[in-house]
Nanobody
Framework: QLVQSGGGLVQAGGSLRLSCAAS????????MGWFRQAPGKEREFVAA????????YYADSVKGRFTISRDNAKNTVYLQMNSLKVEDTAVYYC??????????????????WGQGTQVIVSS
């Protein structure tokens, strides 16, 4: 089970931090990822982190502005979002993948999802 917190309303240029706490199954997690879905658009990859090695991956649209991190002891993943833009407005979802063959940027490779949290960036 993945439980998200954070999000909300912020002005362009501001910052927000999202959290995703995993309970229950954590053994065998390969990637933790963040995806987002704006109204009328498909869910898109934002960032991912390898659970054991800690390698990080980002969509080009957020590279240099967003940072994904993890706290293994707390089974929690974070998404620090800085220099937010209006186009970052979306519902953000955290997700976990359990397959060694999973593609960190492909939503269908993730087997568990958080409940989603709204991020609204105003101009």
């Amino acid at each position: 089970q993945l439980v998200q917190s954070g999000g909300g309303l912020v002005q362009a240029g501001g910052s927000l931090r999202l959290s995703c706490a995993a309970s229950g199954r954590t053994f065998g997690t390969y990637f933790m990822g963040w995806f987002r879905q704006a109204p009328g658009k498909e869910r898109e990859f934002v960032a991912a982190i390898a659970w054991s090695g800690g390698g990080t991956y980002y969509a080009d649209s957020v590279k240099g502005r967003f940072t994904i991190s993890r706290d293994n002891a707390k089974n929690t993943v974070y998404l620090q979002m800085n220099s937010l833009k209006v186009e970052d407005t979306a519902v953000y979802y955290c997700a976990a993948s359990y397959s060694r063959n999973s593609d960190y940027s492909r939503a269908r490779d993730f087997g568990a999802w958080g409940q989603g949290t709204q991020v609204i960036v105003s101009s």
